[in-house]
């Protein structure tokens, strides 16, 4: 079974604009707006001050699953073919979660295919790679089981999980890693989104 990985995500960041335009429609008017700033808009010879505010956490979905994340960050999707799509969400620094669905087989076979395409080029530089079993049971009562892999070098201690959820011919393969030296703070990041996660998938 071929795995599909999309490398470009270690170097991409997808942070929100915050200046991004909205419009808001009342009845058959529509105002331009932009997050965070008042405008003011006639209702019946008044002015009203109006505000448009985004929550702090916001929710990613799929069909398939669902998870919250900091506002901060947005998640992207892609189509990488032959019924695996892959929704990664990734910091400047490197921190990441990362979860392909596969509509057409069951990648609970790919945990260690996974885990040599993440590490290979760290393997061949000298990187001390350890691994362990690990499980998971997610908010929702959905018990997941992988791998904890850690690759330890000067100036770097990487720590990366990788689940899988299995039905007949489909499933999810996720991914976790956090960089300890480089961004202290992306395992509470992660483990929030973690945290947060349901499974739809059925």
Request: include cysteine.
């Given at each position: ?7 470009v995500f ?14 808001l ?100 530089y ?25 690759s ?6 990487i ?44």
């Open positions: 079974m071929k795995i599909k990985l999309l490398l270690f170097f991409c960041s997808f942070s929100q604009l915050s200046s991004a335009d909205y419009i429609k009342i009845g058959e008017d529509a105002y331009e707006m932009f997050l965070d700033e008042e405008v003011l808009i006639e209702v019946d010879g008044k002015y009203l001050p109006v505000s448009l505010f985004q929550k702090d956490i916001l929710t990613y979905q799929t069909d398939n699953f669902s998870f919250e994340y900091p506002k901060d960050y947005s998640p992207s999707k892609t189509d990488l073919g032959d019924g695996v799509y892959q929704s990664a969400l990734i910091t400047p620094l490197g921190s990441l979660v990362l979860i392909q669905e596969h509509l057409t087989s069951d990648p609970s076979g790919l945990i260690d295919l996974m885990i040599h395409e993440l590490t290979k080029e760290e393997q061949e000298g990187y001390r790679i350890t691994s362990a079993d690990t499980s998971i049971t997610l908010s929702d009562g959905t018990y997941l089981e992988g791998k904890i892999v850690t330890k070098y000067k100036g770097s201690d720590d990366r999980i990788i689940y899988t959820y299995g039905v007949k011919d489909s499933g999810l393969l996720i991914v976790t890693q956090v960089d300890h030296e480089s961004e202290p703070t992306g395992e509470e990041l992660i483990s929030g989104i973690i945290d947060s996660l349901k499974i739809s998938m059925r």
